[in-house]
């Protein structure tokens, strides 16, 4: 089923002609939990990964953030029964499921951080799928994986790895991605088909000259309503488009090789809509819990990883807000 965005109540560029100067697309990702298989899009899926390559590992050790180690079956035995709950009642559980839930502080032994991590995937993303895929133009795929750990230099957040890839000199593909022995719950995504929509993206209100922000504020009381500020980012999974700098107020990133100004490329979004409901595709119940994908960064911030728009091999950024 396709994914819808509600329109916007207005056509802020029409009372803003300004604005088209700040507006471009982004493809929101809308996740959905599902069965993706290697040859389609997906977050959380398996990956499209040639069998003679060496699966990318952490070594990073005591680097590692620790808070709670869980076992993936674990973490994904938890979310079944959990979900049954939420379904049924907590009543309606066996004593069987309930004793299958792991103790509130229980965490497996930290020396488990200081063996190889093999990365888990996060994204896998075919140029065919993504009207707004970024990447070499020769490649037609991007595979995103980070380790499932928090990292001390990566504000406790996992270490992520890109890799844009041309499915036509993939070979034989790797039957299975070599698991973790321990996750972080909240790094561990869960497996979502994707429906992807090209839709209008605005840069963040602070981002915009001051005089175009003062004549939007004074629009914005006299209309009474969600105005601009709610309207403009798109929020959620997304590629391309615009970050939100909620967090840290207006920003820029700076690539550390050639100091140019970096593009936004992908985000790991918190939720895909507010409790309003505004953004919530039309398709979707209104009782549907969000976030879907059970990725929750930090106290749950949107992740934004930037690229260099002089060169893919110029290291990523990423930023919280």
């Known amino acids: ?14 009372v803003f ?3 088209h100067e700040h507006r471009g697309t982004t493809t929101r990702l809308h996740p959905r939990t599902g069965t993706p298989a290697i040859a389609d899009s997906s977050i959380g899926g398996p990956l499209l990964w040639p069998a003679d390559e060496p699966w990318p590992m952490c070594t990073d050790g005591d680097e590692h953030h620790v808070d709670t180690l869980l076992r993936p079956a674990v973490v994904r035995r938890s979310r079944e029964i959990h979900a049954k709950a939420n379904a049924s009642s907590w009543s309606a559980l066996t004593d069987e499921e309930r004793a299958e839930l792991p103790e509130t502080r229980f965490s497996e032994p930290e020396e488990l951080i200081h063996q190889p991590v093999p990365l888990i995937p996060v994204a896998q ?3 065919r799928d993504i009207p707004d895929f970024i990447g070499p133009d ?4 991007l595979q995103v994986l980070w380790c499932p750990l928090g990292h001390v230099d990566e504000d406790q957040a996992p270490r992520l790895r890109l890799v844009w890839r041309r499915t036509a000199e993939i070979g034989r593909p790797l039957p299975a991605a070599p698991e973790p022995a321990v996750v972080e719950e909240d790094y561990l995504p869960n497996p979502c088909v ?12 602070e ?8 004549r939007i504020d004074a629009w914005e009381k006299e ?9 403009s980012v798109v929020p959620g999974w997304k590629v391309g488009g615009f970050p939100s700098w909620r967090m840290t107020g207006p920003g820029t990133m700076t690539c550390e090789t050639c100091d140019t100004e970096m593009n936004l490329l992908f985000t790991v979004g918190w939720g895909e809509w507010d409790e309003a409901g505004h953004w919530r595709p ?8 969000d976030p879907l994908t059970d990725v929750v960064i930090g106290r749950g911030f949107d992740w934004y990883v930037f690229y260099c728009p002089v060169s893919f091999d110029h290291p990523h950024a990423t930023v919280m807000q």
């Open 1 to 14: 089923m396709a994914r819808t965005t509600p329109p916007r109540p207005f056509d802020i560029a029409e």
């Open 17 to 19: 002609p300004e604005l």
């Open 125 to 127: 993303l075919y140029r």
């Open 138 to 141: 020769d490649t037609d795929l």
């Open 194 to 205: 994707v429906h992807p929509e090209q839709f209008v993206d605005y840069r963040y209100h």
């Open 207 to 214: 981002v915009l000259p001051k005089a175009l922000q003062a």
């Open 223 to 231: 209309t009474d309503g969600p105005g601009y500020s709610v309207w």
């Open 282 to 289: 039309i398709e979707d119940p209104a009782d549907l819990a």
